[in-house]
C-alpha cells in the first residue's frame, strides 16, 4: 500500500470485525447492528469526539447497503453543492433503483439555510444522510433537520480498544508497520494508550511519527517512552467546541461548588488546551456574583482584578492571579440571593408590564396634571437615613424580591432588611 497514506487512513477498519471499540452500539442485537446487517439506511447523525470511527462507520453502512457514498465536508460545501448531489441522486433512484447515501464531515459547520436545504432531499428519502459531527446536535444543529434524523452517540475508545489497533498496526505487513523490525518498548505503549484520550487517529498517528523518528539499530526501531511523550507535547492542539463547553461547566461546577482544587485544574486544563484565558476568567466573574454575591462581595472585586491583571501581564504570569481568584472565589461563602431576586422581578415584570411608577417617585422637573399632592421624603432627612415609603408600583407593594441569606457578610444585611420589610409590608419576608 502506498506508504505516503498516514497511517491512520492505511488501517482504516474495512468490516464490523475490524472496527475497534463502540460495542454499545455495534454487539449483536443492538439497533445499528440489526441495521447494517439487514442493509437497512436511513438518515443519521453520528456524534462523537474526533478518532472514533465515525467517517469508518458511515463508508460501512453505505457498503453494507449497496449503495453509492458521496463524501462532503460541510467546512467546503455549498447549498449549490448539495442541489446538484440531490438531482443526481433523484435521477439514478428513479432510474436505476440506486440508492445514495449521503455523508457530510462536520455538519455542525453548515448554517441554517444550507441545513434547511438538506430537508426535502432527506424528507422525500432522495438520500439517506450521515452527517457527523464532534459537537452536541442538539445544540448546532436546527429543530427541522433533527426530527428527521437519529442521533446516534460514539464514545471514546477504551485503552483495551487502542492497544488493539496499535497491535494490528504493528503486525499488519500490508498496510501498517509489519515485517520493519519495530519494537514499542511497554512504557512508551502505556503512555501512547494513556494520552491519546480514546482517539484511534491520534494514537496512530503518534505511533508513526514516534517510529520515523527512533533509530533502528541492528535492525530493529525500538520507540521509547521519550520520543512518544514528545510528539504529543508538540501535537497538543486546541479542543474542540463541545469540549471547550463541557470544561466550562466544570469549571463553574467546582467554582458553584467549593472545589478549589477542581477549579484551578480545569482552568489550567483549558489553558493548557491552547483556550484564550479571558473565557474562563469571564466566567468567573459572573460566578462571583451568581453563587457568592453579598455573601462576600470582594469575590467579584477579587475576579475584576483578576481580568486586569490578565489584561496587564499577560500569560503565563497572569496564571498566579487568576489562580488566587479563583481560590478566593471557591472558599468564599455562598449566597445565590441576587440571582433568586432577579427572578422574582422578572416574573413580576411578566405579570405587570405597564406598573405605573407611584406619584411621589416621578420625575419633578415638568409639571404633570396626574402628580397629585403626594410628597417624595427624602430619607436622608429622618433618623437612621431611613423612612418608611412605598417604592415599588401599586401592584407589587407587598412584594419582596432580594431575600439576604444568612451567610457570610449577607448575615449583618439580614436583620436590616428583615426589619424594613416588616415595619413597611406588615409581614415577614423571609
Same mark, same amino acid.
Request: net charge neutral; proline share 6%; with cysteine.
Given at each position: 500500500?502506498?506508504?505516503?497514506?498516514?497511517?491512520?487512513?492505511?488501517?482504516?477498519?474495512?468490516?464490523?470485525?475490524?472496527?475497534?471499540?463502540?460495542?454499545?452500539?455495534?454487539?449483536?442485537?443492538?439497533?445499528?447492528?440489526?441495521?447494517?446487517?439487514?442493509?437497512?439506511?436511513?438518515?443519521?447523525?453520528?456524534?462523537?469526539?474526533?478518532?472514533?470511527?465515525?467517517?469508518?462507520?458511515?463508508?460501512?453502512?453505505?457498503?453494507?447497503?449497496?449503495?453509492?457514498?458521496?463524501?462532503?465536508?460541510?467546512?467546503?460545501? $455549498?447549498?449549490?453543492?448539495?442541489?446538484?448531489?440531490?438531482?443526481?441522486?433523484?435521477?439514478?433512484?428513479?432510474?436505476?433503483?440506486?440508492?445514495?447515501?449521503?455523508?457530510?464531515?462536520?455538519?455542525?459547520?453548515?448554517?441554517?439555510?444550507?441545513?434547511?436545504?438538506?430537508?426535502?432531499?432527506?424528507?422525500?428519502?432522495?438520500?439517506?444522510?450521515?452527517?457527523?459531527?464532534?459537537?452536541?446536535?442538539?445544540?448546532?444543529?436546527?429543530?427541522?433537520?433533527?426530527?428527521?434524523?437519529?442521533?446516534?452517540?460514539?464514545?471514546?475508545?477504551?485503552?483495551?480498544?487502542?492497544?488493539?489497533?496499535?497491535?494490528?498496526?504493528?503486525?499488519?505487513?500490508?498496510?501498517?508497520?509489519?515485517?520493519?523490525?519495530?519494537?514499542?518498548?511497554?512504557?512508551?505503549?502505556?503512555?501512547?494508550?494513556?494520552?491519546?484520550?480514546?482517539?484511534?487517529?491520534?494514537?496512530?498517528?503518534?505511533?508513526?511519527?514516534?517510529?520515523?523518528?527512533?533509530?533502528?539499530?541492528?535492525?530493529?526501531?525500538?520507540?521509547?517512552?521519550?520520543?512518544?511523550?514528545?510528539?504529543?507535547?508538540?501535537?497538543? $492542539?486546541?479542543?474542540?467546541?463541545?469540549?471547550?463547553?463541557?470544561?466550562?461547566?466544570?469549571?463553574?461546577?467546582?467554582?458553584?461548588?467549593?472545589?478549589?482544587?477542581?477549579?484551578?485544574?480545569?482552568?489550567?486544563?483549558?489553558?493548557?488546551?491552547?483556550?484564550?484565558?479571558?473565557?474562563?476568567?469571564?466566567?468567573?466573574?459572573?460566578?462571583?456574583?451568581?453563587?457568592?454575591?453579598?455573601?462576600?462581595?470582594?469575590?467579584?472585586?477579587?475576579?475584576?482584578?483578576?481580568?486586569?491583571?490578565?489584561?496587564?501581564?499577560?500569560?503565563?504570569?497572569?496564571?498566579?492571579?487568576?489562580?488566587?481568584?479563583?481560590?478566593?472565589?471557591?472558599?468564599?461563602?455562598?449566597?445565590?440571593?441576587?440571582?433568586?431576586?432577579?427572578?422574582?422581578?422578572?416574573?413580576?415584570?411578566?405579570?405587570?408590564?405597564?406598573?405605573?411608577?407611584?406619584?411621589?417617585?416621578?420625575?419633578?422637573?415638568?409639571?404633570?396634571?396626574?402628580?397629585?399632592?403626594?410628597?417624595?421624603?427624602?430619607?436622608?432627612?429622618?433618623?437612621?437615613?431611613?423612612?418608611?415609603?412605598?417604592?415599588?408600583?401599586?401592584?407589587?407593594?407587598?412584594?419582596?424580591?432580594?431575600?439576604?441569606?444568612?451567610?457570610?457578610?449577607?448575615?449583618?444585611?439580614?436583620?436590616?432588611?428583615?426589619?424594613?420589610?416588616?415595619?413597611?409590608?406588615?409581614?415577614?419576608?423571609?
Amino acid at each position: 500500500m502506498d506508504e505516503s497514506i498516514p497511517l491512520a487512513e492505511r488501517m482504516r477498519p474495512r468490516s464490523l470485525d475490524e472496527f475497534y471499540g463502540q460495542q454499545h452500539l455495534l454487539r449483536p442485537g443492538t439497533l445499528i447492528h440489526r441495521a447494517m446487517q439487514a442493509g437497512f439506511l436511513r438518515s443519521v447523525i453520528l456524534w462523537g469526539p474526533p478518532g472514533v470511527g465515525k467517517t469508518t462507520l458511515a463508508k460501512l453502512m453505505a457498503n453494507r447497503a449497496d449503495a453509492r457514498l458521496i463524501e462532503l465536508s460541510a467546512v467546503s460545501s $455549498g447549498t449549490r453543492e448539495l442541489r446538484e448531489v440531490f438531482a443526481q441522486a433523484d435521477e439514478e433512484r428513479r432510474l436505476y433503483g440506486i440508492q445514495t447515501l449521503v455523508f457530510i464531515d462536520e455538519i455542525h459547520r453548515y448554517t441554517k439555510t444550507q441545513q434547511d436545504a438538506l430537508l426535502p432531499a432527506v424528507e422525500r428519502g432522495v438520500v439517506h444522510l450521515i452527517g457527523s459531527t464532534t459537537q452536541n446536535p442538539r445544540m448546532a444543529l436546527t429543530p427541522a433537520l433533527l426530527s428527521r434524523l437519529q442521533i446516534v452517540q460514539l464514545r471514546p475508545l477504551t485503552q483495551d480498544d487502542l492497544r488493539l489497533a496499535v497491535e494490528q498496526a504493528l503486525t499488519d505487513e500490508t498496510r501498517g508497520l509489519g515485517g520493519r523490525g519495530v519494537l514499542l518498548e511497554d512504557d512508551a505503549r502505556d503512555l501512547l494508550l494513556a494520552l491519546s484520550g480514546g482517539d484511534v487517529r491520534r494514537a496512530l498517528t503518534t505511533l508513526e511519527w514516534a517510529v520515523y523518528q527512533s533509530e533502528s539499530c541492528d535492525g530493529v526501531v525500538r520507540v521509547k517512552r521519550a520520543t512518544v511523550q514528545r510528539i504529543l507535547e508538540e501535537a497538543r $492542539g486546541a479542543v474542540d467546541e463541545s469540549t471547550l463547553y463541557d470544561m466550562l461547566s466544570a469549571f463553574g461546577k467546582s467554582l458553584r461548588g467549593s472545589d478549589s482544587d477542581a477549579a484551578v485544574y480545569w482552568f489550567m486544563r483549558m489553558v493548557d488546551a491552547g483556550v484564550d484565558p479571558r473565557i474562563p476568567v469571564r466566567r468567573m466573574i459572573v460566578h462571583a456574583s451568581e453563587d457568592v454575591g453579598m455573601a462576600n462581595p470582594q469575590a467579584l472585586l477579587q475576579a475584576m482584578a483578576a481580568w486586569q491583571a490578565l489584561d496587564v501581564v499577560g500569560m503565563p504570569e497572569a496564571r498566579i492571579p487568576i489562580a488566587q481568584a479563583i481560590v478566593f472565589v471557591c472558599e468564599s461563602p455562598k449566597s445565590n440571593s441576587i440571582v433568586v431576586a432577579l427572578g422574582k422581578v422578572e416574573t413580576a415584570i411578566r405579570a405587570h408590564p405597564h406598573a405605573a411608577v407611584p406619584l411621589h417617585l416621578r420625575d419633578k422637573s415638568y409639571p404633570r396634571e396626574d402628580d397629585g399632592n403626594v410628597t417624595y421624603r427624602y430619607p436622608h432627612d429622618y433618623p437612621h437615613h431611613h423612612v418608611k415609603q412605598v417604592y415599588l408600583p401599586s401592584p407589587l407593594e407587598r412584594e419582596t424580591f432580594y431575600a439576604p441569606s444568612t451567610e457570610g457578610l449577607e448575615q449583618r444585611v439580614h436583620p436590616r432588611k428583615h426589619g424594613r420589610s416588616m415595619d413597611e409590608k406588615g409581614e415577614n419576608p423571609v
